[in-house]
């Protein structure tokens, strides 16, 4: 198996809603990754976990809060959005220090904030 | 700050034809260096990656790099176009060097057009 998964794949809220993209792999990577895509722009970072931890988070607001409850699984919840938010939520995963690490990247979450 | 510059935000070519997208990092260190594509409504798939071992590097798909240190330049070439080369091709630069290589920076892409 070597997917990221990710769900819904489209999500339409509102300003004041309150949601949760998930992301899942079972390749035994210990980094995960939230990576943010607007449209006709490049993926740029937002948070990286390695072993369950966050370890890096790119200034992203706190309207984006990052949770990883185990090795497998990635949160990112959502709370009192902008429209300018709407965009392509990407997920990757990788194994740390493996000579040939590759980062595989979900098909993500297309994100309509009203 | 290590980073990534593409050059022409689009590219056509005809079927058969060579394809060149450019990519010139700006960095004192020869950073780790990526190519991804991303094919409409997707995720990001990596064609290639320089890790300062050899500096032609051959990916996916028939494509190849070529990390040039005196140029600053690591351009991507396929010999012949095929239709289903038609995507997005973002250059990208790992600032982590023996650690995590998933934290990426990526330039803004470059839209491959393929012509029958």
């Known amino acids: 198996d070597t997917e990221v998964t990710q769900t819904p794949k489209h999500l339409v809220m509102g300003m004041t809603n309150k949601k949760s993209l998930k992301c899942e792999q079972h390749?035994?990577?210990?980094?995960m990754y939230w990576y943010k895509q607007k449209a006709k722009k490049p993926p740029e970072l937002m948070f990286v976990y390695s072993y369950e931890k966050l370890s890096i988070n790119e200034s992203v607001p706190s309207r984006f809060s990052p949770e990883c409850p185990n090795s497998s699984l990635l949160n990112l919840h959502l709370h009192a959005l902008q429209p300018e938010d709407s965009a392509l939520y990407l997920c990757?995963?990788?194994?740390?220090?493996?000579?040939?690490?590759?980062?595989?990247f979900g098909s993500g979450t297309q994100l309509s904030v009203l | 700050a290590q980073s990534v510059t593409q050059l022409g935000s689009h590219v056509s070519v005809s079927e058969g034809a060579l394809v060149l997208l450019r990519c010139n990092y700006s960095s004192s260190v020869p950073p780790y260096l990526f190519w991804y594509v991303q094919y409409p409504n997707q995720g990001l798939q990596l064609l290639l990656k320089?890790?300062?071992?050899?500096?032609l590097v051959k990916g996916i798909n028939g494509f190849e790099a070529e990390f040039k240190k005196s140029e600053t330049s690591f351009h991507l070439t396929k010999p012949s176009a095929h239709m289903s080369d038609a995507a997005e091709y973002f250059c990208a630069v790992s600032p982590d060097r023996g650690s995590t290589l998933g934290r990426l920076y990526f330039g803004r892409g470059t839209q491959l057009t393929v012509w029958p």
């Open positions: 390749m035994g990577h210990r980094a």
């Open positions: 320089y890790t300062s071992a050899a500096t």
């Open positions: 990757a995963s990788s194994q740390p220090g493996q000579l040939d690490e590759k980062l595989f």
